[in-house]
């Protein structure tokens, strides 16, 4: 597997203007390894990039001073590590023994992943137009957890202390990713990591499936756990009864988002759509991507919109019940 050094990543390299979209590309590219691939569907979409159509030397992680890029690269250098350790499940395929597995079990995992600090995990099936446009996944079933993000930080937003604690979130996901692929392969079951930055899949989307929370205005997961204040990760596996949730009882959020639109006004570049546009397979997209990379890029990671979200600040439950008496109490006066 090709490395990218961290030089290349924070001093800049004319002859690589985007590295981390490389290294993730060369993280990808290792499925090849496996056989019985699941392939991206005809209406899927391709992944967003991580450097724009700025100047490398632009981007806020070479353009950092030294005085910042010596504490960060602490930071960065183990969610790299973690990611490498990732990518290296995907050196040789695995041969699971069995492919179901008891309750008792899936406790057992849930146990370790929130004893690593996850704050919600659920289970998904992912349809082929998850997959974004030229990968594929080794399993279309998905252990699906999120970890918080810390509120005071991402306070701070766009700025340092929040790029940082979206650094350490992004490592804490791929902590939780391989501890527990090695635990379903030491019980004969075939597990796969997601890669904590990127992925082959839509994880927004994904966790929708798996009942754990629903994407807002902003494009982001909104749950109970940390409202819009989290990360994604997943693992890969062919464990074929994960009780994956009929439905998903958080779509109230979308309208609430509706109504709300507060990321909408708040967001620096205008990125987030007024009205959110639909695509071919049902896919909704929230986001003027160019626009949001484009801060994203120069502004440490931006993360306003995570910061002004009242599900970041109010909390979930708080607003579900002022927003479900208002529905309630409206409801009333008409039939009245």
Not at 162 to 174: D, E, K, N, P, Q
Not at 246 to 254: F, G, L, P, S, Y
Request: glycine share 8%; charged share 25%; net charge positive.
């Amino acid at each position: 597997m090709r490395k990218i050094p961290l030089r290349q990543l924070f001093l800049g390299d004319d002859g690589d203007p985007a590295p981390l979209d490389t290294l993730l590309d060369t993280y990808d590219r290792k499925t090849r390894n496996l056989g019985n691939l699941i392939h991206a569907g005809t209406h899927s979409v391709k992944r967003k990039k991580f450097f724009g159509t700025i100047s490398a030397g632009d981007h806020f992680m070479r353009a950092m001073p030294l005085r910042e890029k010596l504490p960060f690269l602490p930071k960065f250098v183990p969610l790299q590590r973690s990611m490498d350790k990732s990518s290296r499940y995907y050196d040789e395929p695995f041969e699971p023994r069995k492919d179901t597995a008891d309750p008792d079990f899936l406790a057992a995992l849930e146990r370790l992943a929130f004893k690593l600090e996850a704050t919600a995990v659920g289970y998904a099936r992912i349809p082929p137009d998850y997959i974004y446009a030229g990968k594929a996944i080794p399993y279309d079933r998905a252990i699906v957890f999120t970890v918080e993000m810390d509120k005071a930080k991402i306070d701070t937003a766009p700025g340092y202390p929040a790029m940082i604690v979206t650094i350490t979130s992004y490592h804490r996901l791929g902590i939780i990713a391989n501890a527990l692929t090695d635990l379903l392969r030491e019980h004969g079951y075939g597990a796969y990591p997601g890669t904590a930055v990127g992925g082959l899949v839509n994880y927004v989307r994904t966790a929708e499936l798996a009942g754990l929370g629903a994407g807002g205005y902003h494009g982001l997961l909104i749950s109970p756990a940390g409202g819009s204040r989290q990360r994604i990760g997943l693992v890969y596996t062919n464990i074929a009864n994960l009780p994956v949730p009929a439905e998903n009882h958080h779509a109230w959020v979308r309208d609430l988002c509706a109504m709300c639109r507060k990321c909408t006004r708040e967001c620096p570049v205008q990125a987030i759509y007024e009205t959110p546009q639909a695509g071919p397979a049902g896919q909704v997209t929230f986001v003027d991507h160019p626009k949001c990379l484009a801060k994203f890029s120069i502004d440490y990671g931006c993360s306003v919109c995570v910061k002004v979200c009242p599900f970041s600040n109010v909390g979930y439950q708080a607003i579900k019940s002022r927003f479900k008496d208002t529905k309630t109490r409206t409801h009333s006066k008409v039939s009245a």
